[in-house]
């Protein structure tokens, strides 16, 4: 089962594919972030310095690798990882080690980038605000496939919100690369 763990992104978007702006996120999603938790908890996530320093400090129950070049940076009970390649690796071996189907790459821009060679899954969120950012997330649509979908009508405190999980399709037979995704309830599919 754990053979190749799965490689995800997860990351929330709004409609023109702004992920934040000014080292911040610009909404206010709690449901989303209570998903990022779900999805998460007691996995790797990897993130960018940047990332890390907008949070602010290590979200707990996650085995955390941060992305720098700054070799004097770290934190305590934080992995260090020198480049995108080795970062992938921290990742591969933690799931390895714990019998865990997936890790995940949770940004920013940058990362998600240089990773998207290596993505197989991107839980997207698309988040239903009009917001003017610095920091965009692109893939490449053709070679992903939706497999599941959940919308969550907007509230007093959430705005609407479209979670979607996409899996890369294989380039020889164009079947998706992983499994079902059996964590998110088939209510929607598309992307
Ligand atoms: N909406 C979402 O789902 C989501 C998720 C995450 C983040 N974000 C947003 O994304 C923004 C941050 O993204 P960002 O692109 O500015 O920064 P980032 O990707 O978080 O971090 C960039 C930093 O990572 C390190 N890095 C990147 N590539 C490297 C490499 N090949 N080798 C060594 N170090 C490397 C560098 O750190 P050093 O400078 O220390 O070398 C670089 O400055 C923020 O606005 C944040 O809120 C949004």
Redesign the pocket.
């Known amino acids: 089962m754990t053979q190749n763990p799965i490689c995800s992104a ?4 709004a409609p023109d594919h702004t ?7 610009l909404w206010h999603a709690p449901k989303d972030l209570q998903h990022f938790k779900k999805l998460t908890l007691n996995h790797a996530i990897i ?5 890390f320093e ?1 949070i602010g400090r290590k979200l707990p129950r996650r085995h955390t690798i941060v ?4 070799p004097a ?1 770290e934190v305590a009970d934080v992995e260090i990882a ?3 390649e080795a970062a992938l690796a921290a990742g591969r071996r933690h799931a390895h080690q714990h019998g865990q189907q997936e890790f995940f790459v ?6 998600y980038r ?1 990773a998207m060679a290596h993505i197989q899954r991107i839980h997207l969120t698309k988040v239903d605000v009009h917001v003017s ?1 610095d ?1 965009f997330f692109h893939w490449p649509s053709h070679e992903f496939v939706a497999r599941v979908g959940r919308f969550e009508e907007a509230n007093e405190a959430n705005p609407n919100l479209h979670f979607v999980c996409l899996d890369r399709l294989n380039g020889l037979n164009g079947l998706p690369l992983a499994p079902m995704p059996t964590y998110i309830t088939v209510e929607e599919a598309g992307a």
């Open positions: 997860v990351v929330a978007m992920i934040g702006g000014g080292n911040q996120l993130m960018g310095r940047k990332t907008s992305v720098t070049s700054k940076w020198a480049g995108i949770v940004g920013g821009g940058e990362i240089q950012g920091t």
